[in-house]
C-alpha cells in the first residue's frame, strides 16, 4: 500500500481511518487520531516545523510497510530493522505490545501519526543498571518505516540506552519513530543517541515523549551529524524533583535541516532543568533548536536554565535558535540565551602558522568547542565513538567541497 | 652583509604592505643570513610586527608588492601552513589562548605535520612524549601544562615558554622572535633565552624583533637593523645597540637624511 502523508490534509477521522486502510482502532490508536485531526498535518507554518521544510516529505509518495515480527536473535546489542526488532540481548525484554503510554498534550501532530500507525509498539523493558545498545538500521526505499518505542526502567535503577543508525544504500525513505519514556520514581534513564547521515538515503522524524516522575533523572544527549533531513521533537514532563539534562550537538554540512524542537512542562516543585545546545553549520545547512521550557503554576522553586551556541564556518549557514522560558510563577531561578559566531580567526591562524593545514587547524577548533558535549557521555569508549563518527561527518563534508 | 646570493635564507625584496587602507611596509628591503641572528629594532609604528607577520602570511596582511623568498623559492602566495612546513616559525608577541585544544596534541600534530611534509616517520604519543619531556626540563616548564589547553590560563612567561617549546620541537630553519621579552620576568627570560641559544647550530637564522635591548643581552646578535616608518634605514654590527640607547632612533634617521642629501 502507498501513501502520501499530505492526504491526510483536512480529512476527517473516518476518512483517515479509509486511507490509512486500518480496521479495528485500539483506544490508543482512537485517542491518537482525535489529536491529529485536531493538530492537523504540519506545514511551514507551523510553529515547531517553520523551520525544518517538512512539506517535501509529506508530499512524497512512500510504501507502507507491513510488521511483522520476526525471532529475535541473541546478540549483544538490539537491533531494529525497517520497524522489526531482529535481535536483542540476552536477558533483556523486548517485546510487542499495545501502547498504554499515549500523551494526549503532546505538541506533535507527527507523534500521534505515528501512534496511529503503530497500534503495536516495541517495548524495552530497562531492567537493573543496564547498559543496552540499540542500533536502528533503515533498508527500504522509497518507504514510510513507523514505529515506536515504550521504554521502561526500575525505580532506584540508573540504566542508559545508547542509540544509533544505519542504512543500506536506499533512496526517499522517511523514518518516523520515537520514545515514549516513563521514568520510574528515584531511578535515573539515560538515551544517548549519535546519528550520522551523508546523503539523502532517509529524512527523519523522531518525535518523544518522556514523563520524569519524582525525584527521577532523565538523561539526554543527542549528537546529530553531516548532512540531510532529520528534527527531533521532544516533550518532558517533570514531576516534583525531577531533573532534565538535555545536551544536543549538531555538525551539520552541506544543505542539512536538522535539529531539535522540544517542550520541558515543570509540572512539580523543585524540578530541575538543564538543556545546552551546541551547533557547528557548514555548508548551506540550517541548524534548529526551538526549546521551550514551561513553569505551570504547580512548578514553584523550579531551576530552569537553557543555552544555545553556534558556531556558522560558512556564509551561507544558518541556525534558527529559539530558546524560550514560559513561566506561570514567581519562585524560580530561570535563564536562557543564544549566541552565534564564527570560528576565531586569530585561534586559526596560530595553529596554521605552526604548519597545520586549514581543514586540521578548522577541525581542531570546532572539536574543541563540540568536547565540552562529548565528554558528558560518562563512558569513554562511546565518546571516543562519537568523536569519531564526528571526525568522518566532518572530513566528508570537506571532502565534498574539495571535489566539488 | 655579503652580497653573495647563496648566503642569503630570506630575502625580502621592496616589499610594501597594508593593513586595511594603510600602508606599513613601504619598500622594505632585508636579507637574512643563514646561522647569523638578526634583530631588528624600531619606535612603535615603524612596522615590527608587520614584517613578522608579513613574513609567516597572516591574513591582516595584504602584501602589495614586492617579494619575499625563501631559500630562494617566492613564499608571497604560499598558505600560513606551506609557510611552516618550509621551515619558518614565528613566536607570537601575544599567543593566543585556545580552550578545548590539548597543548600536546596541537604540538604533536604540528610536530607530525612537519616529519610528515619531510618524508620523516610520524611519532607515535609515547615517543612524542619522551622527546617534549626533555625540552619541558630545560625550559622549567611545569609537566601539567602539558596536558592543558593550549594556552588557556598560562601566565605571560608561561605562555612564551611554550612558543619556545614548540620551536624547540618544530625545529625550524628561520625563527622569528616578536618581543619574546614582553611580559617576562627575570628567570623568564633568562629560561627562554636559554632555550633559544640553543637553537643556535650555525646554521639555524633567528631575527629577533625588539623595542628594547635587554634581550640582546641574552641573545647575542650579529647584525643590527633599523626599521623606521616602513623601511630599513641603517644596518650595522652590534655596536649599534650602545649608540641606539644612547641618541634613539632619531639621530640614526638624521644621519640617514644627511648622507642622502649629500
Known amino acids: ?404 | 652583509m655579503s652580497n653573495n646570493k647563496n648566503d642569503k635564507i630570506l630575502e625580502i625584496k621592496d616589499v610594501h604592505a597594508k593593513i586595511g587602507n594603510k600602508e606599513i611596509l613601504k619598500g622594505l628591503n632585508l636579507d637574512l643570513e643563514p646561522g647569523k641572528v638578526h634583530a631588528i629594532m624600531g619606535p612603535n609604528g615603524a612596522g615590527k610586527s608587520t614584517l613578522s607577520k608579513t613574513i609567516v602570511g597572516h591574513y591582516d596582511i595584504d602584501m602589495t608588492d614586492g617579494d619575499i623568498t625563501y631559500k630562494g623559492k617566492s613564499i608571497k602566495d604560499m598558505e600560513p601552513e606551506e609557510r611552516a612546513l618550509e621551515g619558518i616559525f614565528l613566536s607570537f608577541q601575544h599567543p593566543v589562548e585556545i580552550p578545548g585544544v590539548n597543548n600536546a596534541y596541537f604540538l604533536r600534530t604540528a610536530v607530525n605535520a612537519k616529519r610528515k611534509h619531510e618524508g620523516k616517520e610520524e611519532l607515535n604519543a609515547a615517543e612524542f612524549l619522551r622527546e617534549m619531556k626533555k625540552y619541558l626540563e630545560l625550559l622549567g616548564m611545569k609537566s601539567d601544562m602539558i596536558s592543558r589547553s593550549l594556552n588557556e590560563g598560562f601566565s605571560g612567561g608561561e605562555k612564551k615558554r611554550n612558543e619556545i617549546l614548540q620551536m624547540m620541537m618544530l625545529e625550524p630553519d628561520v625563527i622569528i622572535l616578536d618581543e619574546i621579552d614582553s611580559g617576562l620576568d627575570i628567570d623568564a627570560l633568562r629560561a627562554v633565552s636559554e632555550g633559544i641559544n640553543r637553537m643556535k647550530d650555525g646554521k639555524r637564522t633567528f631575527l629577533v624583533i625588539t623595542h628594547y635591548s635587554r634581550i640582546l643581552d641574552y641573545i647575542k646578535p650579529d647584525y643590527i637593523h633599523v626599521l623606521k616608518d616602513g623601511k630599513v634605514i641603517k644596518t650595522a654590527g652590534p655596536e649599534l645597540v650602545a649608540q641606539l640607547e644612547e641618541h634613539g632612533y632619531d639621530k640614526i634617521e638624521d644621519e640617514k637624511n644627511e648622507a642622502e642629501n649629500k
Open chain 1, 1 to 404: 500500500m502507498k501513501l502520501k502523508i499530505n492526504s491526510l490534509k483536512g480529512k476527517s477521522p473516518e476518512e483517515i481511518v479509509s486511507i490509512l486502510g486500518l480496521k479495528e482502532l485500539l483506544p490508543s490508536q482512537q485517542n491518537a487520531l482525535e489529536r491529529f485531526v485536531e493538530l492537523g498535518l504540519p506545514t511551514k507554518k507551523s510553529e515547531e516545523y517553520r523551520y525544518f521544510d517538512v512539506e517535501p516529505l509529506l508530499e512524497k509518495e512512500y510504501e507502507l510497510l507491513e510488521y511483522i515480527p520476526k525471532p529475535i536473535e541473541e546478540s549483544d546489542h538490539v537491533e531494529i530493522v525497517d520497524g522489526v526488532v531482529t535481535s536483542a540481548p540476552k536477558g533483556l525484554r523486548v517485546y510487542y505490545d499495545n501502547c498504554d503510554a499515549l500523551d494526549l498534550e503532546h505538541f506533535d501532530p507527527m507523534y500521534y501519526l505515528g501512534h496511529l500507525l503503530s497500534p503495536r509498539v516495541i517495548k524495552i523493558d530497562l531492567d537493573g543498571d543496564n547498559d543496552v545498545e540499540l542500533i536502528h538500521r533503515f533498508t527500504k526505499s522509497n518507504a514510510l518505516i513507523n514505529y515506536r518505542i515504550v521504554l521502561f526502567n526500575q525505580a532506584n535503577r540508573h540504566a542508559t540506552l545508547y542509540e544509533s543508525f544505519e542504512s543500506d544504500n536506499i533512496k526517499d525513505t522517511l523514518a518516523l519513530y520515537g520514545y515514549d519514556m516513563h521514568i520510574m520514581p528515584d531511578s535515573t534513564l539515560s538515551v544517548v543517541k549519535t546519528q550520522s547521515m551523508y546523503d539523502d538515503r532517509y529524512a527523519m522524524i523522531a518525535s518523544h515523549r518522556i514523563n520524569v516522575d519524582k525525584q527521577a533523572n532523565a538523561i539526554l544527549k543527542t549528537f546529530d551529524l553531516g548532512g540531510d533531513k532529520a528534527l527531533q521533537l521532544i516533550k518532558a514532563d517533570l514531576a516534583n524533583y525531577a531533573h532534565v539534562e538535555a545536551g544536543h550537538l549538531l555538525y551539520l554540512n552541506q544543505a542539512a535541516k536538522r535539529g531539535t524542537v522540544s517542550k520541558i512542562v515543570h509540572k512539580g516543585e523543585h524540578a530541575t532543568s538543564n538543556q545546552e545546545a551546541k551547533n557547528i553549520l557548514d555548508g548551506n545547512a540550517r541548524g534548529i533548536f526551538d526549546a521551550l521550557i514551561k513553569v505551570e503554576n504547580s512548578a514553584k522553586w523550579t531551576k530552569a536554565h537553557q543555552n544555545s551556541k553556534s558556531i556558522l564556518l560558512h556564509d551561507d549557514a544558518y541556525m534558527a535558535a529559539k530558546p524560550q522560558l514560559e513561566i506561570y510563577i514567581d519562585e524560580l531561578e530561570a535563564s536562557h540565551g543564544a549566541t552565534t559566531g564564527q570560528l576565531d580567526k586569530k585561534q586559526l591562524f596560530y595553529l596554521q602558522s605552526r604548519g597545520i593545514d586549514y581543514v586540521e587547524a578548522r577541525k581542531m577548533l570546532v572539536m574543541a568547542f563540540a568536547k565540552t558535549l562529548i565528554e558528558t557521555v560518562k563512558d569513554t569508549r562511546h565518546q571516543e565513538r562519537i568523536q569519531k563518527a564526528f571526525e568522518e561527518a566532518f572530513y566528508a563534508g570537506h571532502k565534498e567541497k574539495k571535489d566539488k
